[in-house]
């Protein structure tokens, strides 16, 4: 398929000065920890929270943690499976694929895409149904704005998301534990929410690691972290609800929301409290807090208030 070239934006839109003075802010100590990578000579300075941010008290998960505790089955199913092996995920140069209900479609340069909406460095609390939890600061894109750019059409209601499935890079697709490749959606305005991005960095460094889902993840974090779809390769504006990898393998224990809710137990799994991997202690030492629900980003109680949570899980 042919690669198209998008509009360029006009450079004013743009602000790589304040992002990256912003990010030189967040670099020295956040909540007492030194960001893994980022030592600066400044001082630490306060850093704004914003509504979409964690909390400045909220220590950041280590990048060793971030990086060395994952779930990416695409690699296996152990949680270090993907740092051992996502080495052999080739990441550039990559395209994705804009399909179905917009107006602009077609096969575009990551590269480019990036450039349409980047945002300040976001940082985010990262729920895992399992019951852990990470604080982790994303560089990224503002989904919604990148949406908008290919003008969706008044018929679309859903975005669904593709993962890379090439048995060849990533060794864990030869097992069936799931249907490949990885499938995630997102309702249109849950997609168009400012909270929502694609990250495409973190820890203040401008690329992923393959093991979090290079070059290009899916970030809600109102929703449990499997929603996060990685390594994407292809967004399509849909009419109908799209199937979703987990809802597929298990309906009675995923939904297709998957809002964080602490009030809704999985069946194997109470969603009451999480361990939070935070600071330098290990998830055995982890302290334990209580959830919150749409994991403490109430801003978003408004797309849901007609729907029972419990019906809609
Ligand atoms: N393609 C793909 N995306 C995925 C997964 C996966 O197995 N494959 N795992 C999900 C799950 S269950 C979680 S909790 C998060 C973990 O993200 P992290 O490893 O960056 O913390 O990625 C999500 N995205
Ligand atoms: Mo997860």
């Known amino acids: 398929m042919k690669t198209f070239q998008l509009d360029p934006i006009p450079g004013s839109e743009i602000t790589p000065e304040s992002v990256y003075k912003r990010r030189h802010l967040l670099m020295g100590t956040v909540g007492g920890l030194l960001v893994a990578g980022c030592a600066r000579s400044e001082p630490a300075a306060p850093t704004e929270a914003t509504a979409a941010e964690a909390p400045a008290e909220e220590a950041l998960t280590t990048f060793q943690h971030a990086t060395n505790y994952n779930n990416f089955y695409e690699f296996g199913t152990g949680k270090d499976d993907p740092a051992r092996y996502a080495h052999s995920l080739i990441t550039s140069p990559w395209t994705v694929e804009i399909a179905g209900l917009a107006e602009t479609t077609g096969r575009f340069d990551l590269a480019d895409i990036v450039k349409l909406a980047p945002v300040e460095e976001r940082i985010y609390r990262l729920r895992c149904v399992e019951g852990w939890s990470m604080v982790i600061p994303w560089m990224g894109i503002e989904l919604g704005k990148v949406l908008a750019h290919f003008k969706p059409l008044a018929d679309a209601q859903y975005v669904a ?10 060794p864990g697709i030869r097992s069936r ?27 203040g460094r401008d690329t992923l690691e393959n093991q979090n889902g290079a070059p290009l993840r899916l970030v809600v974090p109102w929703k449990y972290g499997f929603k996060s779809i990685k390594s994407i390769v292809r967004i399509e504006f849909t009419k109908r609800r799209p199937p979703t990898s987990w809802n597929r393998s298990q309906p009675s224990e995923y939904g297709f929301y998957s809002n964080v809710n602490p009030g809704v137990d999985h069946p194997r799994w109470s969603q009451k409290t999480e361990r939070r991997l935070a600071g330098d202690t290990n998830l055995l030492f982890a302290k334990r807090i209580p959830t919150r629900l749409f994991n403490g980003y109430d801003q978003v109680a408004s797309l849901y208030s007609d729907m029972n949570l419990r019906k809609y899980f």
């Open 177 to 203: 534990v799931l249907d490949w490749p990885y499938v995630e959606g997102l309702r249109l305005d849950e997609a168009m929410h400012p909270l929502t991005i694609l990250a495409t960095g973190m820890y």
């Open 161 to 170: 998301f593709t993962t890379l499935a090439d048995p060849k890079q990533m």
